[in-house]
């Protein structure tokens, strides 16, 4: 079982950065694929980047250029560095550890951190 707690919401102006981090404790990080989901309101949550345990990344249409997911094993942490954020990037977001991400919707998710953009 994998604890994860996420960090580093905010509210921010339109064009303005912010950086997430998520930190995972309980399972060999290492080996585990991770990911940042987003839910707005009235919305179902959707996975706006994904990282495996090798390293690959994979994005969202609706960020990608904008958005870079990193992750540190020695660290067990994942982070989203979020750039030229806009009003619809506003969301509670979620870092979510998993065996593969394939299975990743299954995976342990933390309490989330919420984003606000404003215009």
């Known amino acids: 079982q994998v604890h994860v707690t996420e960090s580093g919401g905010g509210l921010v102006q339109t064009g303005g950065s912010l950086r997430l981090s998520c930190a995972a404790s309980?399972?060999?990080?290492?080996?585990?694929?991770a990911g940042w989901y987003r839910q707005a309101p009235g919305k179902r949550p959707e996975l706006v980047a994904s990282?495996?345990?090798?390293?690959?990344?994979d994005y969202a249409d609706s960020v990608l250029g904008r958005f870079t997911i990193s992750r540190d094993n020695a660290k067990n942490s994942v982070y989203l560095q979020m750039y030229n954020l806009k009003p619809e990037d506003t969301a509670v977001y979620y870092c979510?550890?998993?065996?593969?991400?394939?299975?990743?919707?299954?995976?342990?998710w933390g309490q989330g951190t919420q984003v606000t953009v404003s215009s």
């Open positions: 309980g399972d060999t990080f290492s080996n585990l694929a």
């Open positions: 979510v550890v998993g065996a593969q991400l394939a299975t990743l919707d299954y995976g342990s």
């Open positions: 990282i495996t345990y090798g390293g690959l990344r």
